[in-house]
């Protein structure tokens, strides 16, 4: 059962933000949210986590809704290496669920 | 990741050969985990080790063995390597704290002929 739902892909210019949308309806009250981003079959890289509250680190914001049933993730100056499939997780515990995630691109 | 290292990154053999791929970790990491990833699917669980002396399976752990030789150091077996095993393998860390994320290393492309 897929936990979250994320468009398939979107687009983005180049030095702009860009707003990732992820759907966590069925989320517990235990369960934190996870995003990371896989670059061409290299590794996935962890980007920020949060729980309840929003959360910022050098490369990116989470904003969580009261709710917590939706998340936005924020790169706020997108770049050309900023291309890559991005992967919105709950989890609270080891186990984490790679779905299909959003593809962006970023253009020049 | 370049505190969790993986080697070889690449390695093409033959069906019925037995392989082992190494990952280390320098981030002082209790939890050590191997997935596998098929071309345009997400990643799946192979083995998993909460400390040296904690290793469990996964939801693919058939034809796959491990070893915890210490702290930072976790390694895949394949015991006699079949091409359906033919994929990226990824090692990752994290620490044992609650809510604490997953640290993937470069990954491994592994080739059976």
């Known amino acids: 059962d897929a936990k979250t739902t994320q468009p398939p892909s979107m687009d983005c210019a180049e030095g702009r933000a860009a707003n990732l949308p992820c759907n966590h309806s069925t989320i517990s009250g235990n369960e934190y949210v996870y995003w990371y981003r896989q670059i061409h079959s290299q590794g996935p890289q962890y980007i920020i986590h949060?729980?309840?509250n929003n959360e910022t680190n050098e490369m990116a914001s989470l904003i969580i809704t009261e709710d917590r049933k939706s998340s936005t993730l924020i790169l706020p100056h997108a770049t050309l290496r900023d291309t890559a499939v991005y992967y919105c997780?709950?989890?609270?515990?080891?186990?984490?669920?790679f779905g299909a995630g959003t593809t962006v691109t970023v253009r020049a | 990741d370049a505190d969790v290292t993986q080697t070889p990154r690449n390695r093409i053999t033959k069906t019925g050969k037995r392989i082992m791929l190494e990952c280390s970790q320098t981030?002082?990491?209790?939890?050590m985990y191997w997935y596998r990833q098929d071309p345009g699917l997400g990643l799946r669980l192979i083995y998993y080790s909460f400390d040296v002396k904690d290793i469990n399976k996964g939801e693919i752990s058939d034809g796959y063995s491990v070893s915890r030789q210490a702290q930072a150091k976790f390694s895949l077996s394949l015991e006699s390597a079949i091409p359906n095993q033919t994929a990226l393998y990824f090692c990752?860390?994290?620490?044992?704290?609650?809510?604490?994320?997953?640290?993937f290393g470069d990954g491994t492309r592994l080739s059976i002929l």
């Open positions: 981030k002082g990491h209790d939890r």
């Open positions: 997780i709950v989890s609270n515990d080891y186990k984490l669920s």
């Open positions: 949060g729980l309840k």
């Open positions: 990752a860390t994290s620490a044992a704290s609650v809510g604490e994320p997953q640290h």
